[in-house]
């Protein structure tokens, strides 16, 4: 494919995401920030170096420069919106780049995988459940950071990114880093010498700076936590609907409490809804399997063989929170997030194996034509991904399920 083919290609591509994106977002938009997403805008420095108060600090340092009050509910739902459409920015930036990046092709493929990724970024961060939510700074973070190996620059700039990522959201660390740290371990193994030697060290650093910040937020942050607590509620009632702050959030990131207790009938909800969403998923989760199983048995070098290893079971970084915390919701956004961008990322290297594969793949697929299209507008059912609950449609199942036989569990 020449040149301007490829870049004609491209530019279809783009009207085709921007006119799909607004017609997803008109669609999920609610213009509704949760209390949990604005009670930690109440969270700042100021009151130490405390959990998840990065954003918080940014924006009450905008309240200071900016000629408006922005301690109301009105001005977070502005600036929520305003972050949003940065971000939907720069994941379609993301896009555009690997494509110019990648081979002409497999411009059809990763334009498949870019609007499945679409489908379930653009209403999960719409709507009011995850209207912002700490996680789309931590996704910004990660495409970010991706782009810098793919172009090969700057990439000491992971380690303050793994850090800030972790001071957004200390959870992070199951949640997005894993994008990062599989991206490096691909690059250690297809490297050699002082290049290799970079990449070791980027690594280490980036997975040591993000490992230390996790256990502080996690164990140590909250000693002036009954100081700070009385200011910290009154800052976030300004900054929620009617005035209803996250109660939760702040007893678990101000005061240190366990809330293990108060969540076992969502960890019961969750044991329902999660099996019937991987049951809804099969399709591509067989596809998926497929793939990387004869990816990793062509593979005629075992160094090969470790690389492709490790980006096959990459997303299960996030077990600690599938095994211990309810957002089940952001859990499997989590796990389609990291096989979407790796993979995008491995085509926009030029990784040939990997490219031939997903292409045999999608081919088999598009044998049959319905099935091919079916696939790709399936996913629109379960949008919006909503935290506790994974979205409506599993969460009626499971509702039916819960009282056709009597479990009584929720």
């Known amino acids: 494919m020449e040149v301007t083919e490829k870049n004609r290609k491209i530019k279809e591509f783009v009207i085709v995401e921007l006119l799909f994106g607004t017609l997803l977002f008109l669609r999920y938009y609610e213009a509704w920030v949760h209390r949990i997403n604005g009670t930690m805008m109440a969270f700042s420095y100021k009151y130490g170096f405390i959990s998840r108060g990065l954003i918080g600090t940014i924006y009450q340092g905008l309240n200071k420069i900016l000629p408006v009050n922005m301690m109301t509910y009105k001005a977070c739902v502005g600036y929520t919106l305003i972050v949003t459409l940065l971000f939907y920015g720069i994941v379609l930036c993301f896009f555009v780049f690997c494509l110019k990046k990648a081979s002409a092709e497999y411009l059809n493929v990763m334009c498949d995988i870019m609007l499945f990724f679409t489908i379930f970024t653009v209403p999960m961060f719409a709507s009011h459940y995850n209207f912002g939510r700490l996680d789309v700074y931590c996704v910004l973070f990660s495409v970010i950071g991706a782009m810098l190996l793919i172009k090969g620059k700057a990439e000491w700039l992971l380690i303050p990114l793994a850090a800030l990522g972790v001071m957004v959201h200390q959870g992070n660390v199951f949640m997005f880093l894993n994008i990062l740290l599989v991206l490096l371990l691909y690059k250690i193994f297809s490297t050699e010498g002082k290049e290799r030697k970079k990449y070791i060290i980027i690594f280490v650093l980036s997975l040591g700076v993000a490992s230390v910040l996790f256990l502080w937020f996690e164990l140590f942050s909250h000693a002036n936590g009954d100081g700070i607590y009385e200011e910290i509620v009154t800052n976030a009632k300004k900054l929620c609907k009617n005035g209803k702050i996250h109660q939760d959030v702040v007893d678990k990131e101000i005061l240190g409490i366990d809330l293990t207790g108060r969540e076992k009938e969502f960890h019961r909800m969750n044991a329902v809804q999660f099996p019937i969403f991987v049951v809804l998923m099969l399709p591509y989760i067989v596809l998926l399997v497929r793939f990387f199983k004869e990816l990793i048995r062509k593979a005629t070098e075992k160094r090969e063989k470790w690389k492709y290893l490790i980006v096959a079971i990459g997303a299960g970084t996030i077990l600690p929170d599938l095994l211990l915390k309810v957002d089940f919701g952001r859990w499997v956004y989590a796990i389609l997030a990291y096989y979407c961008i790796v993979l995008l990322a491995l085509f926009a290297m030029g990784d040939v194996t990997v490219g031939k594969q997903f292409v045999e793949e999608i081919e088999k697929v598009k044998k049959h034509r319905f099935a091919a ?24 199942i499971a509702g039916y399920i819960n009282t056709w036989l009597g479990l009584g569990w929720w």
């Open 373 to 396: 299209i079916v696939m790709l507008l399936y996913p629109l059912i379960f949008q919006p991904l909503w935290d506790v609950a994974i979205c409506s449609v599993v969460a009626k």
